[in-house]
């Protein structure tokens, strides 16, 4: 079944196969789901954790929240706010904080 992404899509979210199973794992319901999009069983607490954890990162796949965390902490570091802190090497490609990390 479409469970999880025809639901979101009716919420007006249309995340990518990846990010619904990355919250599946952040909910901590692979045991109970599955580990992909297709989770028909799923009842409406699960339903509602899997939505909280796609919305905490609204959206982002956790590799582009690394990206993100490790452009922010090099900012910090370079603009003074972190003393004494080595600013972090960023392994993001050409494209800025939604870019693949490499």
């Known amino acids: 079944g479409e469970a999880l992404p025809g639901v979101m899509r009716g919420l007006g979210a249309f995340p990518p196969d990846c990010a619904i199973s990355e919250a599946v794992r952040a909910a901590d319901l692979v045991e109970q789901l599955g580990d992909d999009e297709d989770s028909s069983g799923v009842n409406f607490d699960q339903f509602l954790s899997v939505l909280a954890a796609y919305r ?42 939604g870019a693949a990390v490499v």
């Open 56 to 97: 905490a990162k609204e959206g982002l796949s956790c590799q582009e929240v690394k990206a993100i965390k490790c452009l922010f902490e090099k900012h910090l570091a370079q603009d003074g706010s972190q003393m004494g802190k080595a600013a972090p090497t960023c392994g993001v490609a050409a494209g800025g904080a």
